[in-house]
């Protein structure tokens, strides 16, 4: 039930990120962080996740958007090529679903490669929309650039759940 109540948790996270913005994307994001800390997280170590996650991050979209893969609306102020706040909440949020909701990827890397080549590619699209952030053109290239480093990610974030035994004893490969 706690991997349901992560998953939809990080859901509503998402969509406020996305849709506020930097400034609620900063009150939202901490509460949720807290309540996994308290509720969710079964180890302290996985704030390391939730780290590295937050670097990948700038370092992932800071590319994206340094090489044009990604840009902002004419009338969106950032800083440059940084990805915008909201976005890097977004990573943080993220690294607290593999030891939870994406516990059953546990040892599975070939299909958390497929999950990250599908799942976060339709994320950023759907996102990438609401938020008036514009996809290089052709369009199809840029999906497939993110399709290609998510399904790196995401085998990356089990990988490092497993070094780092973050999975509980329950939490076995289906």
């Not at 506020?20 to 309540?35: D, E, H, K, R």
């Not at 044009?68 to 990573?91: K, M, R, T, V």
């Not at 599908?118 to 699209?125: L, N």
């Amino acid at each position: 039930m706690k991997a349901i109540i992560n998953a939809i948790l990080f859901q509503g996270v998402w969509l406020a990120c996305v849709l506020g913005g930097s400034t609620v994307a900063l009150l939202i994001t901490p509460l949720y962080l807290f309540l996994h800390d308290h509720y969710f997280m079964n180890k302290r170590c996985e704030w390391r996740l939730v780290l590295l996650f937050f670097f990948l991050g700038v370092l992932v979209d800071g590319s994206f958007f340094q090489f044009g893969i990604f840009s902002y609306s004419a009338d969106a102020q950032y800083f440059g090529n940084f990805p915008p706040i909201w976005l890097l909440c977004l990573w943080g949020a993220v690294a607290t679903l593999f030891a939870h909701s994406l516990a059953f990827l546990r040892s599975r890397y070939y299909l958390s490669a497929m999950l990250g080549f599908i799942g976060p590619t339709v994320s950023y699209i759907a996102g990438a929309k609401l938020a008036g952030i514009t996809l290089a053109e052709p369009s199809f290239f840029s999906a497939f650039a993110v399709a290609l480093v998510w399904s790196l990610i995401l085998p990356a974030g089990v990988y490092y759940c497993e070094k780092w035994a973050l999975y509980t004893k329950e939490d076995k490969p289906l």
